[in-house]
Protein backbone atom coordinates (compact mmCIF):
# COMPACT_ATOMS: atom_id res chain seq x y z
CA UNK A 1 0.00 0.00 0.00
CA UNK A 2 1.21 3.44 -0.70
CA UNK A 3 1.29 5.79 1.79
CA UNK A 4 0.16 9.89 1.05
CA UNK A 5 0.29 12.99 2.54
CA UNK A 6 -2.04 15.39 0.51
CA UNK A 7 -1.26 19.56 0.51
CA UNK A 8 -4.45 21.49 0.21
CA UNK A 9 -7.95 19.57 0.63
CA UNK A 10 -10.90 22.19 -1.27
CA UNK A 11 -12.29 21.02 -4.40
CA UNK A 12 -9.33 19.02 -5.64
CA UNK A 13 -8.66 17.54 -2.73
CA UNK A 14 -12.02 16.38 -1.50
CA UNK A 15 -12.86 15.12 -5.11
CA UNK A 16 -9.52 13.05 -5.11
CA UNK A 17 -10.09 11.48 -1.26
CA UNK A 18 -13.78 10.57 -2.78
CA UNK A 19 -12.60 8.77 -5.15
CA UNK A 20 -9.52 6.74 -3.25
CA UNK A 21 -11.57 6.12 -0.15
CA UNK A 22 -12.47 2.45 -0.80
CA UNK A 23 -8.76 2.05 -2.53
CA UNK A 24 -6.56 -0.92 -1.14
CA UNK A 25 -3.52 0.36 -2.41
CA UNK A 26 -4.01 4.32 -1.94
CA UNK A 27 -4.02 5.68 1.64
CA UNK A 28 -4.21 8.95 1.93
CA UNK A 29 -2.96 9.53 5.77
CA UNK A 30 -2.25 12.95 6.08
CA UNK A 31 -4.12 16.21 4.83
CA UNK A 32 -1.89 19.96 5.27
CA UNK A 33 -4.16 22.45 5.78
CA UNK A 34 -3.53 26.40 5.29
CA UNK A 35 -3.19 27.63 9.27
CA UNK A 36 -6.78 28.42 11.07
CA UNK A 37 -8.51 25.91 8.10
CA UNK A 38 -7.98 22.66 10.48
CA UNK A 39 -11.40 22.96 11.60
CA UNK A 40 -13.48 23.41 8.24
CA UNK A 41 -10.93 20.47 6.65
CA UNK A 42 -11.61 18.54 9.46
CA UNK A 43 -15.64 19.06 9.08
CA UNK A 44 -15.33 18.36 4.97
CA UNK A 45 -13.72 15.24 6.27
CA UNK A 46 -16.57 14.34 8.59
CA UNK A 47 -18.41 11.88 6.85
CA UNK A 48 -15.43 9.57 5.70
CA UNK A 49 -15.03 6.42 7.32
CA UNK A 50 -11.37 7.00 8.13
CA UNK A 51 -11.00 10.67 7.71
CA UNK A 52 -7.21 11.86 7.08
CA UNK A 53 -5.37 12.93 10.35
CA UNK A 54 -5.28 17.10 9.60
CA UNK A 55 -2.10 19.18 10.34
CA UNK A 56 -0.90 22.27 9.18
CA UNK A 57 2.46 20.85 8.43
CA UNK A 58 4.14 17.35 7.59
CA UNK A 59 5.57 15.91 11.27
CA UNK A 60 9.64 15.95 11.48
CA UNK A 61 9.27 11.96 11.65
CA UNK A 62 6.60 11.53 8.92
CA UNK A 63 7.73 9.34 5.47
CA UNK A 64 5.66 9.44 3.03
CA UNK A 65 5.77 7.31 0.04
CA UNK A 66 4.32 10.46 -2.00
CA UNK A 67 3.24 13.94 -1.33
CA UNK A 68 0.50 15.08 -3.64
CA UNK A 69 -0.36 19.13 -3.79
CA UNK A 70 -3.56 20.27 -4.41
CA UNK A 71 -3.59 23.75 -2.62
CA UNK A 72 -2.13 26.44 -4.65
CA UNK A 73 0.92 28.09 -5.89
CA UNK A 74 1.92 29.02 -2.56
CA UNK A 75 1.73 25.38 -1.13
CA UNK A 76 4.93 24.95 -3.59
CA UNK A 77 7.56 27.05 -1.81
CA UNK A 78 6.19 25.90 2.09
CA UNK A 79 5.49 22.53 1.56
CA UNK A 80 6.65 20.88 -1.76
CA UNK A 81 10.33 22.47 -1.42
CA UNK A 82 11.06 20.97 2.12
CA UNK A 83 9.42 17.72 1.52
CA UNK A 84 11.95 17.14 -1.04
CA UNK A 85 14.79 18.11 1.21
CA UNK A 86 13.62 14.89 2.86
CA UNK A 87 13.39 12.67 0.19
CA UNK A 88 9.77 12.68 -0.45
CA UNK A 89 8.86 12.73 -4.01
CA UNK A 90 5.88 15.37 -5.01
CA UNK A 91 3.44 15.52 -7.43
CA UNK A 92 2.18 18.75 -8.03
CA UNK A 93 -1.17 20.10 -9.81
CA UNK A 94 -0.52 23.86 -9.20
CA UNK A 95 2.15 24.19 -12.41
CA UNK A 96 1.76 27.46 -12.96
CA UNK A 97 3.82 28.41 -9.89
CA UNK A 98 7.12 27.20 -11.86
CA UNK A 99 6.57 30.86 -13.89
CA UNK A 100 8.18 31.98 -10.97
CA UNK A 101 11.84 32.78 -12.11
CA UNK A 102 13.97 30.49 -10.50
CA UNK A 103 11.79 28.13 -8.95
CA UNK A 104 11.73 25.23 -11.09
CA UNK A 105 15.80 25.64 -10.62
CA UNK A 106 14.98 25.47 -6.73
CA UNK A 107 12.91 22.45 -7.30
CA UNK A 108 15.37 20.40 -9.47
CA UNK A 109 18.10 21.33 -6.62
CA UNK A 110 15.92 20.21 -3.95
CA UNK A 111 14.96 16.79 -5.33
CA UNK A 112 18.24 16.52 -6.34
CA UNK A 113 19.57 16.91 -2.33
CA UNK A 114 16.91 14.43 -1.54
CA UNK A 115 17.37 11.73 -4.47
CA UNK A 116 13.85 12.27 -5.24
CA UNK A 117 11.73 13.19 -8.15
CA UNK A 118 9.07 16.24 -8.75
CA UNK A 119 6.11 15.03 -10.95
CA UNK A 120 4.04 17.89 -12.96
CA UNK A 121 0.64 16.29 -13.30
CA UNK A 122 -1.01 17.20 -16.97
CA UNK A 123 -4.59 18.03 -14.86
CA UNK A 124 -7.29 19.66 -16.94
CA UNK A 125 -5.42 18.76 -19.90
CA UNK A 126 -4.42 16.20 -22.49
CA UNK A 127 -2.20 15.41 -24.66
CA UNK A 128 1.23 16.14 -22.75
CA UNK A 129 2.84 13.25 -23.70
CA UNK A 130 2.07 13.47 -27.22
CA UNK A 131 3.21 17.44 -26.89
CA UNK A 132 6.70 16.82 -25.14
CA UNK A 133 7.67 13.98 -27.68
CA UNK A 134 6.91 16.32 -30.63
CA UNK A 135 9.59 18.97 -28.65
CA UNK A 136 12.38 16.18 -29.00
CA UNK A 137 12.22 17.03 -32.60
CA UNK A 138 11.61 20.75 -32.43
CA UNK A 139 8.19 22.72 -32.20
CA UNK A 140 7.99 25.81 -33.96
CA UNK A 141 4.86 27.43 -32.49
CA UNK A 142 2.33 26.52 -29.36
CA UNK A 143 -0.69 28.79 -28.92
CA UNK A 144 -3.15 27.76 -26.23
CA UNK A 145 -6.82 29.19 -25.34
CA UNK A 146 -8.47 28.53 -22.53
CA UNK A 147 -12.31 29.51 -22.20
CA UNK A 148 -14.74 29.50 -19.08
CA UNK A 149 -17.64 30.25 -17.60
CA UNK A 150 -17.63 34.43 -17.33
CA UNK A 151 -18.05 33.87 -13.06
CA UNK A 152 -14.89 31.10 -13.37
CA UNK A 153 -12.96 34.37 -13.54
CA UNK A 154 -14.15 36.39 -10.22
CA UNK A 155 -11.60 37.74 -8.21
CA UNK A 156 -9.01 38.07 -11.51
CA UNK A 157 -7.87 40.69 -13.49
CA UNK A 158 -10.52 39.81 -16.00
CA UNK A 159 -12.54 41.99 -13.52
CA UNK A 160 -10.46 44.89 -14.96
CA UNK A 161 -10.97 43.76 -18.30
CA UNK A 162 -14.40 43.60 -18.55
CA UNK A 163 -17.64 43.47 -16.41
CA UNK A 164 -18.31 39.82 -15.98
CA UNK A 165 -21.53 40.37 -14.50
CA UNK A 166 -22.99 41.83 -17.49
CA UNK A 167 -20.93 40.85 -20.61
CA UNK A 168 -23.34 39.24 -23.11
CA UNK A 169 -20.46 37.40 -25.27
CA UNK A 170 -17.48 36.02 -25.11
CA UNK A 171 -14.77 38.72 -24.27
CA UNK A 172 -10.88 38.33 -24.49
CA UNK A 173 -9.62 39.05 -21.01
CA UNK A 174 -5.88 38.31 -21.62
CA UNK A 175 -3.58 37.92 -24.64
CA UNK A 176 0.27 37.25 -24.00
CA UNK A 177 2.98 34.73 -22.84
CA UNK A 178 2.76 32.03 -20.58
CA UNK A 179 4.84 33.40 -17.86
CA UNK A 180 2.49 36.27 -17.62
CA UNK A 181 -0.75 34.24 -17.64
CA UNK A 182 0.14 32.19 -14.51
CA UNK A 183 1.38 35.18 -13.04
CA UNK A 184 -1.70 37.44 -12.97
CA UNK A 185 -3.87 34.29 -13.33
CA UNK A 186 -2.97 31.49 -11.06
CA UNK A 187 -5.99 30.01 -10.13
CA UNK A 188 -6.69 29.74 -13.74
CA UNK A 189 -3.50 29.22 -15.67
CA UNK A 190 -1.94 26.34 -14.83
CA UNK A 191 -2.69 24.40 -18.16
CA UNK A 192 -0.66 27.22 -20.11
CA UNK A 193 2.31 26.92 -17.71
CA UNK A 194 1.90 22.90 -18.33
CA UNK A 195 1.78 23.08 -21.86
CA UNK A 196 4.55 25.40 -22.05
CA UNK A 197 6.86 23.15 -20.02
CA UNK A 198 6.10 20.47 -22.21
CA UNK A 199 6.80 22.61 -24.96
CA UNK A 200 8.09 25.42 -26.13
CA UNK A 201 8.67 27.51 -22.59
CA UNK A 202 6.97 29.76 -20.55
CA UNK A 203 8.17 32.97 -23.20
CA UNK A 204 7.13 31.39 -25.85
CA UNK A 205 4.01 29.79 -25.51
CA UNK A 206 0.89 32.07 -26.44
CA UNK A 207 -2.12 32.75 -24.65
CA UNK A 208 -4.99 33.71 -25.07
CA UNK A 209 -8.07 33.74 -21.53
CA UNK A 210 -11.70 33.98 -22.67
CA UNK A 211 -14.49 34.91 -20.30
CA UNK A 212 -17.98 33.32 -22.17
CA UNK A 213 -21.40 34.39 -20.77
CA UNK A 214 -23.10 31.39 -22.50
CA UNK A 215 -20.43 28.72 -21.70
CA UNK A 216 -21.01 26.06 -18.40
CA UNK A 217 -17.68 24.40 -19.96
CA UNK A 218 -13.67 24.90 -19.20
CA UNK A 219 -12.42 24.44 -22.79
CA UNK A 220 -8.83 24.26 -23.15
CA UNK A 221 -7.71 24.29 -27.05
CA UNK A 222 -4.39 23.80 -27.96
CA UNK A 223 -2.65 23.87 -31.05
CA UNK A 224 1.26 23.00 -32.16
CA UNK A 225 3.55 22.60 -35.38
CA UNK A 226 6.97 21.43 -35.45
CA UNK A 227 8.93 19.20 -37.27
CA UNK A 228 7.05 16.28 -36.21
CA UNK A 229 3.70 17.49 -38.06
CA UNK A 230 0.73 19.90 -36.76
CA UNK A 231 -1.48 18.76 -33.41
CA UNK A 232 -4.74 20.40 -31.93
CA UNK A 233 -6.28 19.24 -28.87
CA UNK A 234 -9.88 20.39 -28.01
CA UNK A 235 -10.85 19.45 -24.19
CA UNK A 236 -14.44 20.88 -22.85
CA UNK A 237 -14.38 19.84 -19.27
CA UNK A 238 -17.09 20.09 -16.62
CA UNK A 239 -16.31 22.55 -13.84
CA UNK A 240 -16.53 21.06 -10.35
CA UNK A 241 -19.40 22.28 -8.75
CA UNK A 242 -17.07 23.37 -5.46
CA UNK A 243 -15.09 25.21 -7.76
CA UNK A 244 -15.96 26.74 -11.02
CA UNK A 245 -12.05 27.69 -11.73
CA UNK A 246 -11.27 23.92 -11.72
CA UNK A 247 -12.14 21.53 -14.12
CA UNK A 248 -13.48 17.80 -12.94
CA UNK A 249 -10.35 16.23 -15.15
CA UNK A 250 -7.81 17.83 -12.74
CA UNK A 251 -9.43 15.33 -9.73
CA UNK A 252 -9.32 12.26 -12.28
CA UNK A 253 -6.20 13.22 -12.94
CA UNK A 254 -4.51 13.17 -9.88
CA UNK A 255 -6.34 9.46 -9.37
CA UNK A 256 -4.78 8.66 -11.92
CA UNK A 257 -1.24 9.41 -11.21
CA UNK A 258 -1.48 8.24 -7.88
CA UNK A 259 -2.65 4.80 -9.48
CA UNK A 260 0.21 4.60 -11.70
CA UNK A 261 2.09 4.38 -9.00
CA UNK A 262 0.83 1.99 -7.20
CA UNK A 263 -0.55 -0.14 -9.48
CA UNK A 264 1.90 -3.02 -11.35
CA UNK A 265 1.56 -1.23 -15.01
CA UNK A 266 1.18 2.59 -15.33
CA UNK A 267 -0.73 4.56 -18.22
N1 LIG B 1 -3.00 21.73 -13.34
C1 LIG B 1 -4.27 22.00 -13.52
O1 LIG B 1 -4.85 21.71 -14.56
C2 LIG B 1 -5.04 22.67 -12.43
C3 LIG B 1 -4.43 23.08 -11.28
N2 LIG B 1 -5.14 23.67 -10.29
C4 LIG B 1 -4.42 24.11 -9.08
O2 LIG B 1 -4.96 23.44 -7.97
C5 LIG B 1 -5.17 24.37 -6.92
C6 LIG B 1 -6.27 23.87 -6.01
O3 LIG B 1 -7.49 23.85 -6.74
P1 LIG B 1 -8.89 23.66 -5.98
O4 LIG B 1 -8.87 22.47 -5.11
O5 LIG B 1 -9.94 23.78 -7.02
O6 LIG B 1 -8.89 24.98 -5.06
P2 LIG B 1 -9.71 25.26 -3.73
O7 LIG B 1 -9.59 26.70 -3.48
O8 LIG B 1 -11.06 24.63 -3.78
O9 LIG B 1 -8.89 24.46 -2.61
C7 LIG B 1 -7.56 24.75 -2.27
C8 LIG B 1 -7.37 24.36 -0.82
O10 LIG B 1 -5.98 24.42 -0.50
C9 LIG B 1 -5.81 25.14 0.71
N3 LIG B 1 -4.50 25.78 0.68
C10 LIG B 1 -4.13 26.89 0.01
N4 LIG B 1 -2.84 27.18 0.23
C11 LIG B 1 -2.39 26.22 1.08
C12 LIG B 1 -1.14 25.98 1.69
N5 LIG B 1 -0.10 26.78 1.47
N6 LIG B 1 -1.02 24.90 2.48
C13 LIG B 1 -2.07 24.08 2.72
N7 LIG B 1 -3.28 24.26 2.17
C14 LIG B 1 -3.44 25.33 1.36
C15 LIG B 1 -6.97 26.13 0.75
O11 LIG B 1 -7.23 26.51 2.08
C16 LIG B 1 -8.10 25.30 0.14
O12 LIG B 1 -8.79 24.54 1.11
C17 LIG B 1 -5.44 25.69 -7.64
O13 LIG B 1 -5.10 26.80 -6.82
C18 LIG B 1 -4.56 25.60 -8.84
O14 LIG B 1 -3.28 26.14 -8.56
C19 LIG B 1 -6.48 23.84 -10.39
C20 LIG B 1 -7.13 23.45 -11.51
C21 LIG B 1 -6.47 22.84 -12.64
O1 LIG C 1 -9.28 23.38 -14.21
C1 LIG C 1 -9.10 23.97 -15.28
O2 LIG C 1 -9.94 24.00 -16.18
C2 LIG C 1 -7.77 24.59 -15.59
C3 LIG C 1 -7.35 25.60 -14.69
O3 LIG C 1 -8.04 26.02 -13.78
C4 LIG C 1 -6.02 26.12 -14.88
O4 LIG C 1 -5.49 26.05 -16.00
O5 LIG C 1 -5.45 26.59 -13.90
Not at 65 to 81: P, Q, S, T, Y
Not at 139 to 146: C, E, K, Q
Request: contains cysteine; negative net charge; charged residues 20%.
Amino acid sequence: MLHITMIGCGAIGVGVLELLENDPQLCVDYVIASRGSEALVRQRLASFKQPPQVLTALPADARPDLLVECAGHRAIEEHVLPALERGIACLIVSVGALSEVGLVERLEAAAERGKTRIELLPGAIGGIDALSAAKVGGLDSVNYTGRKPARAWKNTPGEQACDLDSISEATVIFQGSAREAARLYPKNANVAATLSLAGLGLDRTHVTLIADPHSDENVHHFEARGAFGRFELSLRGKPLLANPKTSALTVYSVVRALGNHAHAISI
